[in-house]
């Protein structure tokens, strides 16, 4: 007999980094450590509950407008939603519908959500091979037949960037199919790829106030392209579920847009601090790609990746441990207030020292 079972999108679902509440020093998940703009405090001591009886702008009107001029392009070029996974998700969903079934082309090593979006919407796709030293080739992404392509850059969870001129190559060469760009992290230090919007109609680039913004409890997330490719994005978001910004969230927006001065003092604070851990990591032994990013995806030779990270945990300090074959021996680190990294660091000297979590046999 036919079960209701047999009718069932049963998929593994995404696991996203632990939040948990208290006195801990938050490492996991890449949020930003300093608080959003003083302006969105204010919106949220002035926002009038009345409001709230009405539906939010379904196209948020006035963020994009802000966002149009935070990034110099048209708002036509501007597509919104709550936080970048449903930017990206919506993205897979309108652009990666291939006729012959060409698969959609990201590495092997990166954010680990567009495998699960591929399932979900049953797209067929390739994990493309990071270099051993866990950088991107770009040839092999050209000349390839493909669906689409999604490149992070920087990339996560490794945090290494691509130049402008790469991507450039990557979106030339595939005229015929979307290319995707995850800048979620590219204000620490990697390169936009903006420049291009004008002149490749198949560029996608996706970005989020949950890093740089310090909104990551907002959801606001934001896909930048030619005025066809977004247009295409609305309707499908239009088809799907309109109102999914709410008016608080789309004021506050607004307002972390109004203080770019904030905001870049923010950045060159995080950066400063992951120059100074990331040479305390080097002097303790750690190894690691080059971070443009809030991050960084460290190992030790001689230290047990799982066990390290339990012993954080302990600790009070969470970080993040992948179990994939090609990455578990590392822990991606979240750079948090100088203060806590000085922490971490204190911990670290001293748990080497003590000789604990050492791999079997050393
Ligand atoms: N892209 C990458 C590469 C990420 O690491 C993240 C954060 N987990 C996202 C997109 C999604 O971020 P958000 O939904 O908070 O905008």
């Known amino acids: 007999m036919k079960s209701w079972k047999d009718n069932v999108r049963?998929?593994?679902?995404?696991?996203?980094?632990?939040?948990?509440?208290g006195n801990i020093i938050k490492l996991n998940t890449n949020e930003n450590p300093y608080p959003p703009a003083p302006a969105v405090s204010s919106v949220l001591k002035d926002f009038d509950a009345g409001r709230l009886k009405k539906y939010p702008k379904p196209l948020c009107d006035g963020l994009v407008k802000a966002l149009s001029d935070w990034f110099s392009v048209a708002p036509e070029n501007i597509f919104t939603g709550t936080g970048s996974d449903d930017v990206l998700?919506?993205?897979?969903?309108?652009?990666?519908?291939?006729?012959?079934?060409?698969?959609?082309?990201?590495?092997?090593?990166?954010?680990?959500?567009y495998d699960v979006w591929a399932k979900l919407f049953d797209i067929p796709y390739a994990a493309v091979p990071l270099?051993?030293?866990?950088?991107?080739?770009?040839?092999?992404?050209?000349?390839?037949?493909?669906?689409?392509?999604?490149?992070?850059?920087?990339?996560?969870?490794?945090?290494?960037?691509?130049?402008?001129?790469?991507i450039?190559?990557?979106?030339k060469n595939n005229p015929g199919s979307v290319v995707i760009i995850d800048e979620a992290y590219v204000d620490f230090g990697g390169e936009t790829a903006l420049p291009l919007i004008e002149k490749y109609d198949n560029l996608l680039i996706t970005r989020t106030f949950s890093k740089s913004m310090s909104l990551a409890g907002s959801r606001i997330g934001v896909a930048i392209g030619s005025k066809e490719l977004i247009r295409f994005l609305w309707d499908v978001r239009n088809s799907f579920n309109s109102y999914t910004m709410d008016?608080?969230?789309?004021?506050?927006?607004?307002?972390?847009?109004?203080?770019?001065?904030?905001?870049?003092?923010?950045?060159?604070r995080i950066i400063s601090t992951r120059e100074n851990f990331s040479k305390e990591l080097t002097a303790l032994g750690f190894s690691f790609p080059k971070s443009s990013s809030?991050?960084?995806?460290?190992?030790?030779?001689?230290?047990?990746?799982?066990?390290?990270?339990?012993?954080?945990?302990?600790?009070g300090i969470y970080v993040r441990h992948f179990?994939?074959?090609?990455?578990?021996?590392?822990?991606?680190?979240?750079?948090?207030?100088?203060?806590?990294?000085?922490?971490?660091?204190?911990?670290?000297?001293?748990?080497?020292?003590?000789?604990?979590?050492?791999?079997?046999?050393?």
């Open 247 to 268: 008016s608080i969230t789309q004021e506050i927006g607004i307002a972390a847009l109004s203080d770019r001065a904030y905001f870049e003092e923010n950045i060159k």
């Open 168 to 171: 450039e190559k990557i979106v």
């Open 323 to 362: 179990n994939g074959d090609r990455v578990k021996d590392h822990l991606r680190i979240t750079i948090g207030l100088e203060s806590e990294m000085e922490r971490l660091v204190d911990f670290l000297k001293a748990y080497i020292k003590e000789g604990r979590g050492r791999k079997n046999g050393l």
């Open 294 to 315: 809030n991050f960084v995806f460290a190992r030790h030779q001689e230290l047990d990746s799982t066990v390290l990270f339990e012993d954080l945990k302990k600790e």
């Open 131 to 166: 270099k051993d030293d866990l950088s991107i080739d770009e040839n092999d992404y050209i000349g390839r037949s493909n669906g689409g392509i999604v490149i992070a850059n920087p990339n996560a969870p490794t945090a290494l960037s691509m130049p402008l001129s790469v």
């Open 10 to 21: 049963a998929v593994i679902p995404y696991v996203p980094g632990e939040q948990p509440e």
């Open 89 to 113: 998700a919506m993205s897979f969903l309108t652009f990666f519908n291939s006729k012959e079934k060409e698969p959609v082309l990201f590495p092997d090593v990166t954010y680990s959500f």
